[in-house]
């Protein structure tokens, strides 16, 4: 009789759970790579916007800046021309003062350095002469001789100030002298202040009137 073969028996149910137990489970890796995208992903959306509010500000505070130095600019500008047109006035003030003001220390020194040793001035006044505009010279004086007078008349009738010089009341005296009387104009524009600092230092630049202008 042949020999009976004999068969373990493992239950079926017993099997199936084994089965479920070891089964593996799926998409581990994946889920992993997917949340390291994610944070990489955000982590980039945060520096771009870091970045873009970070333009925003910078370009905020150059324009805030911009308008600050425009501000100052247009500030400086006006105190500038503020202070340029006080001093044109009192540059324009100064010259007006030189123009105008007289002085008679150039007839003086007109008459000292025209006037011959052998004459002698006793008397001088200066008025303004309202019919001419001009200032009006008055003296009398003395002179070694008629001919010196004469030649005193051919000295003044020479000056650059001195206008229609005239020498009357001429007349010989006991001591052999010879008196008389003299007269000449002066241009107001020969006797400002500004000719006088002219004729004393001709190299300086002093304005006339047409440099006001």
Known sequence: MPDRVTTSFIPKESLSSERAVRKPTSGGPFIIINIVA??????????????????IIT??????????????????????????DSLSRRIKSANTILQNHISASIVLDELELQTKKQIKFNSFS?????????????????GASLNV????????????????????????????NAVFNFTALI???????????QKSNPDAVVPTQETQQ
């Open 38 to 55: 994610t944070f990489i992903l955000v982590t980039a959306l945060l520096a771009a916007l870091g970045v873009y509010v970070g333009l």
């Open 126 to 142: 200066l008025a303004k002469d309202q019919a001419f505009g001009s200032y009006k010279v008055t003296m009398s004086g003395e």
């Open 187 to 197: 241009p107001q524009s020969r006797m400002t202040y500004a000719e006088y600092l």
């Open 149 to 176: 007078i004469a030649q005193q008349a051919k000295q003044f009738s020479d000056s650059t100030i001195l206008v229609d010089p005239i020498f009357s009341g001429v007349d010989k005296v006991e001591n052999g």
């Open 59 to 84: 370009n905020r505070a150059i324009e805030i800046g911009n308008q600050d130095l425009q501000a100052k600019e247009d500030l400086y500008e006006i105190k500038t021309i503020n202070e340029l």
